[in-house]
């Protein structure tokens, strides 16, 4: 992100946006194809040498060619698939790992592998951007790609034929009542899909806006952007493994789901409406900094809770579930955010596109009502329609 917006500056980054959600949509659209034949853990691992091989090659072209718009715009794509597939792979093993264990706090530890690695590098990068060139880092990327393939033969296998055949029996004397089931789960995952898409628009106006008044307040300055935005990651990975540490998991379990999908929108509500009150560069960098550290209730608290909102479907629908919201729905909203970018950005000032984000901020609180709703009474025949279909099996066998 720093390298792009230094050497390309913040104008085309709706260019950029649109260009890697579309790519991103296509991607997870062969994930999903993919994920209906392999299992995840085989996906997973040719995806990842997929992207190590992208990483080399940029690495080198960008040495090469420092200023072009072409490898400096792949590259700004490339980090987002990682980002999208990263989410989807994620949620996918995540749930099938854990989501007959009854307790949220193994989402909250999985979240925690994530969030140390970005304290060790955001450390780095803030200490070593002034000394190190940033193609250096891409080298490194790619060194930890090699290292998850290598660690892929200790993800647990799953037989995605017994499972298919276990919970699809041919011959099920309960199927009516098992497609009239399926249709509240469908609409179950609709509103996964609503509340997703409702908080990308939220987030995208908002991820554009910090971007640009950050490189407003340090003038262009790479090593300056470099530097902001590995301190501020370091320091807001560090509040959060602390958080997933010490109480995220215990919160979760105790309070449930409900509340922590109404309090990250509700906070940045706060901030936005605080960002209104001056348009001096300066107050705005310190708003938008601190409405980018609420992360810390998003990560720690928000996205392990809306993670575990998948686990009370069957394995199957969950899988495809979880590609389409967060692989297809996710990508196809960013795009959709990013053309609007395109045409209101050259017209609006920062506190026009702040009056946005907050209309936008209100849909997401009414989907999450809806979510937690329906998570909450739907539970029931997402439950019944497994033991039907072990029913199906007792009696057919």
């Not at 790609?145 to 055949?165: F, G, H, K």
Request: aromatic share 8%; net charge positive.
């Amino acid at each position: 992100m720093g390298l792009f917006l230094s050497r390309i500056g913040t104008e085309r980054l709706p260019y950029a946006l649109t260009g890697a959600a579309l790519v991103v949509i296509v991607l997870s659209a062969l994930t999903r194809i993919v994920v209906r034949w392999t299992s995840p853990r085989a996906a997973l691992g040719f995806t990842w040498s997929v992207l190590a091989g992208f990483s080399a090659l940029l690495a080198v072209m960008i040495r090469q060619s420092p200023d072009s718009l072409l490898w400096l715009g792949t590259l700004f794509v490339l980090a987002e698939v990682r980002g999208c597939l990263n989410s989807v792979y994620l949620t996918t093993l995540s749930n099938d790992a854990f989501g007959n264990a009854g307790s949220k706090r193994p989402y909250v530890w999985v979240a925690t592998g994530a969030t140390l690695a970005g304290v060790v590098i955001g450390g780095m990068l803030s200490i070593e951007a002034s000394k190190v060139p940033g193609e250096l880092f891409m080298i490194a990327a790619v060194g930890l790609d090699a290292l998850a393939i290598s660690v892929i033969r200790w993800l647990p296998r799953t037989n995605e034929r017994d499972m298919v055949s276990s919970s699809q029996p041919e011959r099920d004397p309960h199927a009516e009542t098992m497609k009239t089931r399926y249709r509240r789960v469908r609409h179950y995952r609709w509103a996964l899909g609503a509340l997703m898409a409702a908080q990308v628009v939220a987030l995208t106006f908002m991820g554009y806006q910090w971007n640009v008044v950050v490189t407003e307040y340090h003038a262009g300055y790479e090593q300056g952007i470099i530097a902001y935005f590995g301190a501020f990651y370091a320091i807001n990975d560090g509040l959060i493994l602390l958080m997933q540490v010490t109480a995220a998991g215990r919160l979760l379990d105790r309070l449930g789901i409900g509340w922590v999908l109404l309090l990250y929108p509700l906070a940045l509500m706060c901030v936005a409406l605080a960002m209104l009150a001056s348009p001096q560069v300066a107050y705005l960098f310190i708003v938008v900094s601190i409405g980018s550290g609420l992360n810390v209730v998003r990560r720690s608290l928000h996205d392990p809770g809306l993670a575990s909102a998948y686990a009370i479907m069957r394995q199957d629908v969950r899988r495809e579930t979880i590609v389409v919201v967060r692989g297809m729905i996710k990508p196809f909203v960013e795009a959709a955010s990013a053309i609007l970018l395109l045409w209101l950005a050259p017209q609006l000032s920062l506190s026009n596109i702040t009056l946005i984000w907050i209309l936008v901020l209100t849909p997401w609180l009414v989907c999450a009502l809806v979510v937690v709703s329906i998570h909450h009474t739907g539970e029931p025949d997402v439950v019944a329609q497994t033991r039907d279909t072990q029913r199906g099996i007792l009696t057919t066998g």
